[in-house]
């Protein structure tokens, strides 16, 4: 899939998703497909506002440990934000497992937390070797990362 992007707009967030990645979008969700790679990445908006920040939080936290438990024990390379962006935090396992990729961003001033998570279809009966996915994972990775660190939050 090409290094090139287009915007898609889902409840309060515009996100930057793959241009020749298909797209089933939804009042607060939507799906990338890559049916090439056998991989969609799923991505969910939900709101985390409140009267102070403990909701967003709160949403966040949540996130954060279906992460964990996504990864199923699996070691995983953490990044997160650079200087000028909102919060977020991808997540790339370092082994073979059904979510290689998963982020959390958000914005505590819009109320927003998105959450992220690259399911590569079929893996779950199969042993695969993880430098014959490698280059899948690079690619899901890079889009993403794109994804949550160019995400624009109406507030």
């Known amino acids: 899939y090409p290094d090139s992007f287009r915007e898609v707009r889902?409840?309060?967030v515009t996100l930057s998703v793959?241009?020749?990645a298909q797209v089933d979008s939804a009042a607060s969700a939507f799906n990338i497909s890559y049916p090439r790679y056998g991989a969609t990445v799923y991505v969910g908006v939900n709101a985390a506002a409140g009267a102070d920040d403990s909701a967003?939080?709160?949403e966040w936290g949540n996130r954060v440990q279906r992460i964990t438990l996504n990864l199923n024990g699996a070691t995983a390379r953490k990044t997160?934000?650079?200087?000028?962006?909102t919060p977020f935090?991808?997540?790339r396992a370092e082994t073979v497992v059904?979510?290689?990729?998963?982020?959390?961003?958000?914005?505590?001033?819009?109320g927003t937390v998105i959450s992220v998570a690259a399911f590569m279809d079929g893996w779950?009966?199969?042993?695969?070797?993880?430098?014959s996915?490698?280059?899948v994972v690079d690619i899901l990775e890079r889009d993403v990362l794109r994804l949550v660190s160019t995400a624009r939050y109406e507030r």
């Not at 997160?80 to 962006?85: K, L, Q, V, Y």
């Not at 779950?124 to 430098?131: A, E, L, T």
């Open 89 to 91: 935090a991808l997540y």
């Open 10 to 12: 889902v409840g309060k």
């Open 98 to 110: 059904l979510t290689p990729v998963q982020a959390v961003g958000g914005d505590p001033a819009a």
């Open 18 to 20: 793959n241009a020749a």
């Open 124 to 131: 779950q009966n199969r042993q695969v070797p993880y430098d």
């Open 80 to 85: 997160t934000e650079a200087p000028g962006h």
């Open 56 to 58: 967003f939080a709160r």
């Open 133 to 135: 996915v490698r280059p």
